[in-house]
DNA sequence: CAAATTAGGAAATGAACATTCCCTAATTAC
DNA sequence: GTAATTAGGGAATGTTCATTTCCTAATTTG
């Protein structure tokens, strides 16, 4: 059920707004809101600025679209991959690894939206609440995770999956911050290992 | 031995340094480097721009400077807490108490400024190696206080001090990170309990 | 086809920005 | 006491900034 083809009055958009999102994502990941300019977002683009303010109303209103994209891609595909692995324990163990990848190398100095986000959390209005939300939602899922593999026997802890849950969180945020700064290690499957001790 | 009173020549610095520097960590702590202007700087240091730029050459100068005593002041305080606990566990402990303090509540919303700092890497010229040479060093820190922990026996984990230190590292960034976005658990406790996990 | 509506973009606007200039003040060296 | 040197700060400088304005283009509605 994709919807319908459109039905909106007056000249239609002209611009790929996903992949307009995609650059202000890369920007935004890189310098965090402040260091990224209109100038900046007009040049990576190719939209002029009238036409980025006739989009997304203000500088905020760009910085929130791409949180809205970056956040909606990522959920999916953490999603994706918890329900690609058997059981809980497998589970984390899949999003660690996919945190590593994204920490290692080119691609972790490239930065996280959510970090850089946070980081610049008292230059964000209505937006500060969506990034807020999201380390809350992480936090739930990684906690359901931890109860599903205590429930199934993967997790062996007794700790509550919420204790456990604030752990992970930190971890998967500062594997991301360590990447920034070019320091996550090469042997992203040892890391993952020596993680997993959490569960024990 | 303090250094001699002075004898240098011209007019002397009449305002306090370390007070200058510790409100300019402040800020650049809240928001990062692009966040902050030379105008709020002399609005909360109460030096005029022509003073401020004497003194620390440019934005980034200042940046360094509050960074540099930044960085001494927190090694200062590991140093501190690493020396008076017995034994490589305990360390650990002490210093991931230290972090769970200033994770959390208001402390924890006023930021980190390596986290900042780091988050801004592209932003900074000369300054961006500090940041980078601070992860090292207090990765190496980590790791020599883990291969202690196995030398005296209160830790069991037989994962090279390295690879256990960069669980560590991450662990330490991470919570800041969370603690900036107002999400740090309030049973500290509880968290570094679970974290001696990793050195199971 | 005309009216209404929305998008695109070039240029203008005024504020904020980092930085420099220049004059005055306080200190040391001789 | 005079020269040399460094600090402090007010005001200027030129740039970059986010945002708006206004005109043109493309589309739907009737």
Redesign the interface.
Known sequence: MPPEPRAVRGRPRAFNEAEVLDQAIALFS??????VSIADLVAVTGLSAGSLYKAYRDKEGIFAGALDRYIAERDRRLGDIAAGAPGGRARITALLRLYAGLSQGEAG?R?CLV??G??????LGATAAV??AT??RR?AMLAALVAEGQRDGSIA?T?PPE??A??L??????????G??????E?GE??VR??L??L?
């Not at 969180?169 to 360590?178: N, T």
Request: proline share 2%.
């Open positions: 890189a310098g965090g809101f402040a260091a100095q930065g970090v850089s946070i980081t610049g959390l008292d230059q990034l807020r380390l809350a936090h802890t700790e204790g456990v604030d752990l969180l930190a971890l998967l945020q500062g594997m991301r911050v360590v920034k700064g070019g320091r996550f290690p042997d040892g890391f020596r993680a001790r959490l024990d």
